[in-house]
């Protein structure tokens, strides 16, 4: 059974990733589509990153563009941290379950297709001056 539970959860809070993130979940976009967008601001500053997303015509660009606010609203609220000195340590879009829907076809079959979804990370942390 389990055994030192408090010591276990004692050495998990200890190792915690304690920069600040955001993660949006089941997000209805292809992930390959997503990463087109997201190789264009990784290890931007922040407001570099955002005038970016704002000028990308891509499908991803306002998902990234909320996800990204998220993360920098977490840091600015909740570790107190500085925007200005922010920037995108790491950003990655995951493959998330895909949708299974049928579509009529010929001679009365049925065609399987899949909405793509995916899971959009993004992790910030200041610049050490």
């Known amino acids: 059974m389990a055994t030192r539970v408090k010591e276990k959860a004692a050495a998990r809070r200890q190792a915690a990733d304690i ?47 909320k996800t990204l606010k998220s993360a920098i609203a977490n840091a600015e609220n909740n570790l107190e941290m500085d925007r200005a000195n922010l920037y995108i340590a790491e950003i990655s879009a995951n493959q998330g379950p895909a949708l299974k829907r049928m579509r009529p076809g010929s001679r009365g ?15 910030l942390d200041q610049v050490s001056r």
Do not use: C, F, W
Not at 35 to 50: E, F, P, T, W
Not at 109 to 123: D, E, F, N
């Open 19 to 65: 920069r600040p993130r955001a993660v949006a979940r089941y997000q209805r976009i292809s992930s390959m589509k997503a990463k087109a967008v997201i190789d264009l601001i990784r290890g931007k500053r922040v407001d570099d990153a955002l005038a970016i997303l704002a000028n990308t015509a891509k499908s991803a660009s306002p998902i990234v563009e």
């Open 109 to 123: 079959m049925a065609k399987l297709y899949k909405h793509r979804t995916s899971h959009i990370t993004v992790i």
